[in-house]
């Protein structure tokens, strides 16, 4: 006999990638603990995204950010679920009308890891050693320490980049400490890179939370389980991205940490080859995080960076 299932009171989207389903099934759980209700009561919808189909070019050049989030935006408008649940880097800055981010989970580390079967280090990498990356902000990032690495497209997730690594695709790869943390793969990394060096994305490690405007009884059941901290930074961050127009077709570095009541945002824009960089970094209060964004963002304007923009990801 089949036990029966309750009938779902809440919905949440995915991408079906194992590190979107543990992120989904984590915000599945922290609704489930905060607002009593039964786990198996929340159901979890996966949604296949153009960026999932589109395996044969960069994302960068089929479209952009918005690839992952599309379909999964569209169901969320329509109704066919209640929530959508992101990694915030991968959300552009502009959303749909009618949908807003509501929540955040506490966020995961923020750094990028360092894998390598011959070197400890991005330093210590052979010269002319080859790095395997399809994030243009990696690809730049790594150039301007080491402008000698050569650079091929690694597309897929985390286990297909993994599983090419292991096959001598490239020397070196860099993924994200907090997608190797959610998917228990952390010991993969050899090393893990200091933010001083190497800015990650805006929005790294963060699982935002995607709800219709005005949903009440769903924005009530988010808003408990929103990370207060995770939030501010992330409203600075997507702040200065937005203020940059930048988008996945540029190098952009942005982070906001919070200490005692203060915010410190670094950016970082860079010319695709990593030879040119602008950095700032400013303090204030948590209160101002939109504004710090803002004027992190306008501080690199003054100093020409629109210019970076224009260019293309020369090879
Ligand atoms: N673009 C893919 C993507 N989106 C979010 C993460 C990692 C998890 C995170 O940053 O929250 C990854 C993989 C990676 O960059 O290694």
């Known amino acids: 006999m089949q036990s029966a299932t309750p009938a779902p009171v809440l919905v949440i989207g995915t991408r079906g990638s194992p590190l979107a389903l543990a992120q989904a099934n984590e915000t599945r759980d922290r609704i489930a603990a905060a607002s009593g209700l039964d786990p198996a009561a929340i159901a979890i919808s996966v949604i296949r995204t153009s960026g999932d189909r589109i395996q044969d070019r960069p994302l960068s050049e089929a479209g952009g950010k918005g690839l992952f989030t599309k379909e999964i935006e569209e169901a969320l408008v329509a109704g066919r679920i209640d929530l959508a649940v992101h990694s915030s880097k991968d959300m552009p800055t502009l959303l749909p009308e009618g949908l807003e981010l509501s929540a955040f989970l506490p966020r995961e580390d923020v750094r990028d890891a360092f894998l390598s079967p011959v070197a400890a280090s991005l330093a210590d990498l052979p010269e002319g050693a080859v790095l395997g990356t399809s994030s243009l902000r990696r690809r730049a990032m790594a150039l301007r320490l080491r402008p ?10 985390v286990e297909t980049r993994l599983r090419k690594l292991s096959e001598g695709v490239a020397h070196a790869t860099l993924l994200a400490m907090a997608g ?47 990370h207060a901290p995770t939030s501010t930074a992330l409203h600075a961050e997507r702040a200065f991205l937005a203020r940059l127009d930048g988008s996945c077709r540029t190098p952009i570095g942005g982070l906001a940490t919070i200490a005692d009541g203060t915010m410190t945002f670094r950016g970082m824009v860079l010319s695709h080859d990593g030879q040119r960089s602008e950095q700032v970094r400013l303090e204030g209060p948590v209160a101002e995080a939109t504004a710090i964004g803002i004027s992190a963002a306008e501080a690199l304007l003054a100093r020409g960076v629109a210019d970076y923009f224009r260019e293309g990801p020369a090879g």
Do not use: M, Y
Request: net charge negative.
């Open 148 to 157: 000698d690495l050569k650079t091929v497209e690694f597309r897929g997730n």
């Open 180 to 226: 190797l943390n959610r998917l228990g793969l952390s010991g993969h990394a050899t090393a893990v890179i200091a933010t001083e060096d190497f800015l990650p994305a805006a929005g790294q490690g963060a699982v935002a939370i995607e709800t219709r405007i005005h949903d009440e009884r769903v924005l009530r059941l988010v808003r408990d389980i929103d």
